[in-house]
């Protein structure tokens, strides 16, 4: 069965199209940098925005259909999601998914029964990826929406629960290599406190740290190659959360051992709601060799949640393919579309803007990326501005070959400093605005 008949394929129209479901920037051959598009953007669907969430928030239920003809909470609801979710992707041009092992069925009383289910679904969408050539980018376990978890999941008080989230991170692992997906998240929502007075926080920390070192034995046990990833995010749902940024979060995996296993899935909305910017976060990750995926979306600086808008913010866009084409992409991530319709946005067509919207969004940002670098003002003047250290007392300072008290005879010697080289600051923003619109 179709469940978007209205639709036949998205293609690329180019600039002046004004078909709503046509691609104005994305064109997915086209080569950027020695590179198509779609292989320097692997695109992906999330599964529980697009195919579960239906716009219920504190306020209100939903206003979306999504229910693909089938009784909400049955395996036929799940199988529908599946025959959905491959349309969608098919006529987009998305080829990869992720997903929440809750996200792909109903959760069951018992668990046994929930992973019974997951067998069952994860069969039928093998089948489909083995049709479409769909692949699956990563797998997770929701550790944060069942009520055993609202203490935390690895930072939980009860060691039952510690016993239950190992269960699902286990099963949600044997899915991922069983889809041949290339990486694991953790999200930390519930990993976190509301006050100290009822919080041990160096025990939490180390059982987090305790359960994702089982998680990465079990996970090369079975045979999992791929890459895990901490989604650092500050707070929502808990005040305070472990994994607050891209420098928390990798020291963490310093701290406990786990860096060699892990990098960073960075959202554009959680490192603004940690109050830095997109382009921070993907710096810090990268320049630690932790860039590891993104989930592109996009918050709202008035708003103090969670938005998860598609992006449309070419600018943001511009400076996060930049950061990735200097970081030599994302080796086994790739662009996860952790956005969701606004609530009145509610049709079927809706999903299919949405996804137009964030995939030209990310092309136009390609786009500018490469002219930034081939135009290459912008790196030369970072290079000069560091010159001082190419030769003389500043390669000495870099050789390493200088104590303190030289350095201060230098200094003494030369009695004051003449002129410092300008940050050039507003020089440079008109570069990056005449590249992007000149
Ligand atoms: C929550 C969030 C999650 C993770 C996966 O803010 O971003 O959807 O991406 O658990
Ligand atoms: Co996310």
């Known amino acids: 069965m179709a469940y978007f008949d209205f639709i036949d394929q998205v293609n690329y129209e180019g600039a002046q199209s004004t078909n709503p479901f046509a691609f104005k920037f994305y064109d997915k051959d086209r080569v950027i940098l020695g590179k198509p598009m779609h292989e320097h953007l692997h695109f992906a669907m999330a599964w529980w925005h697009n195919l579960c969430a239906a716009g219920t928030d504190m306020f209100g239920r939903d206003t979306a259909d999504k229910s693909f003809q089938a009784m909400p909470s049955t395996m036929e609801h799940a199988r529908a999601k599946v025959d959905a979710g491959f349309e969608f992707m098919q006529k987009l041009g998305i080829e990869y998914f992720c997903f929440h092992d809750v996200d792909l069925v109903p959760e069951a009383e018992d668990i046994h029964e929930t992973n019974k289910r997951l067998d069952e679904i994860t069969d039928y969408i093998l089948k489909k990826m083995q049709e479409t050539g769909i692949q699956c980018l990563w797998g997770t376990a929701n550790l ?50 509301e006050t100290l007075l009822n919080t041990d926080v160096k025990f939490e920390q180390e059982n987090i740290a305790r359960l994702m070192h089982l998680a990465v034995d079990y996970g ?47 959202e554009a909305n959680h490192a603004t709601l940690a109050g830095h910017t997109f382009q921070h ?28 808008e598609f992006p449309y913010d070419v600018y943001e866009t511009t400076m996060c393919m930049y950061e990735v084409l200097k970081a030599g992409g994302l080796a086994n991530g790739g662009f996860n579309f952790d956005a969701k319709n606004r609530r009145p946005s509610n049709t079927y067509a809706d999903m299919f803007k949405g996804f137009i919207l964030g995939m030209d969004t990310f092309a136009l940002g390609l786009i500018n990326a490469a002219k930034i670098i081939e135009d290459g003002r912008i790196d030369n003047f970072i290079s000069e501005k560091y010159s001082s ?17 030289e350095l201060s005879e230098y200094a003494l010697d030369k009695k004051k400093i003449d002129c410092i080289m300008s940050g050039n600051q507003e020089a440079l923003q008109s570069i990056v605005n005449s590249i992007l619109f000149g």
């Open 389 to 405: 250290f190419h030769s003389g007392i500043g390669k000495r300072i870099l050789d390493g070959d200088v104590t303190l008290e």
């Open 144 to 193: 944060f929406s069942n009520p055993r978890y609202m203490n935390g999941a690895g930072s939980t008080n009860d060691a039952n629960v510690f016993c239950f989230a190992a269960a699902q991170v286990k099963k949600a692992l044997d899915l991922t290599v069983k889809l041949g997906g290339t990486g694991y998240v953790f999200w930390g929502g519930r990993e976190g406190y």
């Open 281 to 308: 976060e993907l710096r810090i990750s990268a320049v630690n060799n932790m860039l590891g995926s993104i989930d592109a979306n996009q918050g709202d600086l008035l708003l103090g949640w969670d938005t998860d």
């Open 220 to 266: 090369r046990k079975i045979g999992f190659t791929g890459d895990f990833f901490i989604e650092p995010k500050p707070k929502e749902p808990m005040k305070h959360q472990y994994d607050f940024d891209a420098a928390t979060a990798i020291g963490f995996l310093r701290q406990y051992g786990l860096d060699r296993d892990f990098k960073l899935n960075i």
